[in-house]
């Protein structure tokens, strides 16, 4: 079967994830964390709005180096962006061969992220991994190469490990 797209909901990903960048009083409390791994590099996006207060993290690993270091918000911001910016994107589904190494030619953000909005009965939240590609074309390859049971071919995805939005 054909890997399902998750173009659509990366999108609006973006959409809620700059939103909360740039006016985190829009929502009463949220937990966001994006773990994004690309060209042997890795940035880490990390905020908690809890009680009218919000306390970020940001940092990364240069490629080549071994320790990680704090870094610039705006650069965090922008490498997350970049990525949420791609043509089309595939989802892991958590299931797969447990401590293989990622695909190095593709990146790959691990996103983490409930939220409640001001004035909203309950949280939404959503874990998932990502993976980027330029277009439908070399997702559908990248797809026909995959181990079976590694990505996600049906949604909504639900699974202790990884779930869709809820």
Known sequence: MSPAFYADTIADL??????IDRAPE???TCALRFE?????????????RRKGLTDSLFY??????EA?????????????????????????TGEGEAGKP?????????????????????????????IGFNDDADALAYGEGADDGALVIRRPHVTAKAFEWM
């Open 14 to 19: 973006r959409r809620l994830f700059t939103e």
């Open 26 to 28: 829009t929502v009463q």
């Open 36 to 48: 994004l791994a690309a060209a042997d590099a890795l940035v880490v996006y990390e905020t908690t």
């Open 60 to 65: 990364g690993r240069p490629a080549g180096a």
């Open 68 to 92: 990680q270091q704090t870094i610039p918000q705006v650069a965090a911001f922008a490498a997350i962006d970049r990525f949420l910016a791609l043509g089309q994107f595939l989802a892991l």
């Open 102 to 130: 990622l695909d190095k030619r593709y990146p790959h953000c691990a996103v983490s992220i409930t939220y409640r909005r001001k004035g909203q009965p309950k949280a939404r939240a959503m874990r998932m991994v990502f």
